[in-house]
């Protein structure tokens, strides 16, 4: 039996945890370093930042879009550096777990998570060895102009308590939810048991210390909490990554390994797991139903999250490879679907990533990319996601699902099949190949030489902790 | 062998060297000297290492070597000392300067001046057997992997090279377009569980297991409840040691763990150990014979060696893919043979009758584990991109090609 989360701790939380603002179209992240010798002015002022917490959050949700307008939000979370530069404790800072001390920036860890070639820390526009950060701000506000009157506000005054911005992402909504490839994205989302009134698809509630620190986790273990509760408890770690997408390098990749426009859709919605729509292939293995909406009743169940695999433990509807399937293998991963779900539990993250930058060519919709193709450069590249998960563990969540299922070039027997999406695509055995798997007794299909489509341009594992320790900060 | 005072830093500067030489062929560089030691030309050897670890009384280190071997080509049933007499005379004819050089820091080295017999000997004398061994691709030569991995790739070429919406290839047009393998291979491995074996060893040590084990519950619960389990160790001390002992991880996509630990003292603890291995050893032998260990696919091969009379255990293997999804596989799948293992040793998370519980204590079990590593200075392995999942599906593809009566879908869906 999960534990569920107390109705105490929820004001403790930061609203981002539980809310992802979807109805604030606009974002931004404030990448911050702290200046030499003003760590007490900074932790004074982040002490006194005002955070939303989870239920301002919630109320925030159900308010007309006219007083949404007024609002905007702020969470913040902080690297160990950061938390060096702003004068906890050396006991405090010892109490981390490795990876969060190491930081993302290592050539280990990127060997691990395939940061190596153009990926590699040494090329990140923020987060590596030369460019660090210490504190993230994550805003929210309703439009372009909100967001900029909230950002002038908490800019200047992070500015004046010794807090020098060094990089900031504007983050954006795309029509349908979608990500920059064309793909409705953020369908599939963990919950904390007890952290919502409504009750999400069934599949996806997981224990609150699979995301919280200090609280019970899928097995019954506490998870670790650094320093001391007051410090810890109800924090958590952020993944944040700056994944740049080369949409015209995909469909044309797509493009040139199909027959047509309709096949290309086909082998871009078989390599991600999903239509652009966002119908899962488990269940639409042929042709994209279309959006929900305009879909009558009885065609499409409710929600293109309630699926399985293990109807296709063979893949013939949805490639083993293919991106989704591999980040979240469901009831598919195991001979036994029950055993599969209790292991995939222990590898959830809480999602809450954005796409910056414009479409390519003004529209975001796989038909309309593959027009533009040929003179594609016009519209440059600088467009992608600011990948952010939440997980009380980055080893098991997010590192285990970014290496061992993502990156795996072996995943489901393949000689050299990572991710087709995201994957380094690195091939030191043999060449890389992303594989459609056959009907029984007939051979698999293996689409060659894909290149590089994500190329991480800079990330940082931080801490973001509870309101209260957040408020300790100020005062200590 | 222990290693002598003071050559400590020497010793570790040559098998540096010699590593790096390794895994510089390993990635295919081209490299103009020949090596000191020479794996490549080592054709018994699937897997090999030397491990440095502290001595048990911790002032001083004890260097290990450690291969998985095949016995001579032609003779694949003849008996361990046999192989191990052919596999060392191969470590003297191709690496015998590499032997000197590293052994010159050891206690007892007859030196380089000595005749082959004399290291034959040297490293005979040293020589402890497994407590329990598991290798998940059975029967198979080096060479035997290799060419099986080059015949399914000549398949997958032909298949790749095929115009985009062909319709898929049937099992003969594959067996027409593609010509055996070259050069000639060994037999098809058996890799069939014996039954037999297993029967006879339910038959003969089951009810007295059954048994005793009942009879020893309450003991062992109240055992278990005076056990004391490592914590997880957050200190800069710690990072450094698990960044050490993890240093060479994740160049290839196999990996080597090598781990000691110290056996829970008394007579009841190691009896209990001595058992636990023997069923694995078994179950290793004759069951888990197709790639998997329980419900672990991703182990290439394993060894457990009772050290120092019983009073340590150590533990080697080779796997697939990193450290995290190895100890998260153990996790995941809670797996009760390994927890019966190491439920005998200091500092493992607490278990419920010795079977349960322990590896389920992610955290713990982790920090533990790591606690436990040492250091492997020289790792070869000689087909390091092959996953345990790949050299058995090529074996499959192997014997679909030359069999025409098996069916397609045994093998033609691994392509």
């Known amino acids: ?476 | 062998m222990p290693v002598r005072g003071g050559s400590e830093n020497a010793l570790a500067s040559i098998l540096d060297g010699i590593d790096r030489e390794t895994k510089a062929r390993m990635k295919g560089e081209k490299v103009g000297s020949p090596p000191l030691v020479d794996f490549e030309r080592m054709v018994s050897i699937h897997y090999a290492r030397w491990v440095v670890m502290p001595n048990l009384a911790g002032d001083g280190q004890i260097l290990a070597l450690h291969a998985w071997y095949d016995g001579p080509i032609g003779d694949e049933n003849c008996k361990e000392g046999v192989a191990r007499a052919a596999h060392l005379r191969e470590w003297t004819r191709v690496a015998r300067r590499g032997l000197d050089e590293v052994y010159s820091n050891c206690v007892g080295y007859p030196g380089a001046s000595a005749g082959d017999e004399a290291i034959i000997m040297f490293l005979e004398k040293a020589h402890i057997s497994a407590g329990a061994l598991y290798f998940g691709s059975p029967g198979r030569s080096r060479d035997q992997v290799r060419a099986e991995a080059e015949l399914a790739d000549k398949c997958r070429t032909w298949l790749d090279a095929r115009p985009i919406g062909s319709a898929p290839a049937t099992a003969e047009e594959v067996r027409a377009a593609v010509k055996g393998a070259s050069p000639p291979l060994g037999p098809f491995p058996p890799q069939q569980k014996n039954w037999f074996t297993l029967a006879c060893a339910t038959l003969l040590a089951g009810p007295p297991l059954v048994a005793a084990g009942i009879a020893a519950a309450p003991v062992v619960t109240v055992k278990e409840h005076f056990d004391q389990e490592l914590e997880p160790i957050y200190s800069e001390a710690e990072r450094r040691h698990v960044e050490e002992t993890t240093r060479g991880e994740n160049e290839f996509f196999q990996n080597a763990l090598s781990n000691v630990v110290a056996v829970k003292p008394g007579p009841f603890r190691l009896l209990l150990l001595r058992v636990v291995l023997f069923v694995i050893d078994t179950l290793a032998r004759n069951y888990f014979v197709d790639g998997k260990l329980g419900s672990i696919p991703s182990i290439h091969a394993a060894h457990w060696y009772l050290l120092d009379g019983g009073k340590r255990l150590a533990f080697v293997s080779n796997y697939d893919s990193s450290w995290e999804s190895y100890l998260g596989d153990f996790i995941d799948q809670a797996s009760s043979g390994l927890t019966a293992v190491w439920s005998n040793t200091k500092g493992y998370p607490r278990t419920t009758l010795l079977l349960w519980a322990g590896s389920r204590a992610g955290d713990r079990f982790k920090a533990w584990s790591h606690h436990i590593q040492v250091k492997t200075p020289v790792w070869y392995a000689a087909y390091p991109w092959l996953s345990i999942n790949n050299v058995n599906n090529n074996t499959q593809i192997r014997r679909g090609m030359a069999d025409p009566t098996l069916d397609p879908s045994a093998w033609m869906g691994v392509l």
């Open chain 1, 1 to 476: 039996m999960r534990a569920s989360l107390s109705h105490a701790d929820l004001p403790d939380l930061q609203g981002v945890l539980v809310h992802g603002y979807g109805h604030l179209h606009t974002g931004c992240v404030l990448l911050c370093q702290v200046g030499t010798d003003r760590s007490k002015a900074a932790r004074a002022h982040l002490g006194a930042l005002g955070l939303t917490n989870v239920e301002t959050a919630r109320q925030a949700k159900g308010e007309a879009i006219e007083a949404a307008r007024r609002k905007s939000f702020t969470n913040v979370a902080f690297t160990h550096t950061g938390l060096a530069a702003l004068g906890v404790s050396p006991a405090t800072l010892d109490s981390f777990p490795r990876e969060f001390v190491e930081g993302m920036a290592t050539d280990a860890r990127g060997r691990l998570l395939g940061d190596v070639g153009p990926s590699h820390h040494d090329s990140w526009q923020w987060g590596g060895k030369t460019n660090p950060v210490h504190v993230a701000l994550l805003l929210y506000a309703a439009d372009a102009s909100a967001l900029a009157a909230h950002r002038a506000g908490v800019m200047g005054a992070a500015e004046a308590a010794g807090l020098r911005v060094v990089k900031m992402i504007e983050t954006v909504t795309l029509p349908r939810r979608q990500e920059h490839f064309g793909f409705r994205d953020g369908i599939a989302q963990p919950v904390m048991k007890g952290s919502r009134d409504s009750s999400p698809y069934q599949g996806d509630e997981i224990a609150p210390g699979e995301i919280l620190l200090g609280h019970q986790d899928e097995f019954g273990e506490t998870s670790h909490v650094p320093g001391d509760n007051a410090f810890g408890r109800n924090g958590t770690y952020l993944v944040m990554r700056q994944l740049e997408q080369d949409v015209a390098g995909f469909w044309r990749f797509c493009r040139a390994n199909a027959e047509d426009d309709a096949d290309a859709i086909r082998l871009a919605a078989k390599m991600v797991g999903r239509w652009p729509s966002g119908a899962a292939l488990a269940r639409f293995p042929d042709k994209d139903p279309g959006p929900k909406e305009k879909v009558a009743h009885g065609v499409r169940a409710a929600d293109d999250n309630a699926f399985q695999y293990s109807s296709d433990m063979a893949g013939a509807r949805c490639p083993l490879g293919s991106h989704v399937r591999r980040s979240n293998p469901r009831d598919g991963f195991a001979q036994v679907p029950k055993d599969s779900l209790t292991m995939v539990a222990r590898h959830r993250m809480i999602r809450r990533g954005r796409p910056y930058g414009q479409p390519l060519g003004g529209e975001a919709e796989p038909a309309s990319y593959l027009k533009v193709l040929e003179d594609a450069s016009r519209f440059g590249t600088d467009r992608g996601i600011l990948f952010a998960c939440f997980n009380a563990s980055l080893e098991r969540q997010f590192e285990f699902v970014q290496q061992q299922w993502c990156e795996n070039p072996k995943l489901a027997g393949a000689v050299n099949g990572p991710d087709p999406l995201i994957g380094s695509q690195r091939a030191p055995c043999g060449p890389v190949g992303f594989t459609l798997q056959g009907k029984a007794g007939e051979p698999a299909r293996r689409v060659l030489g894909i290149p590089r489509f994500v190329t991480v341009r800079g990330g940082a594992y931080l801490f973001l902790p509870s309101l209260r320790a957040v408020r300790g900060l100020g005062e200590g």
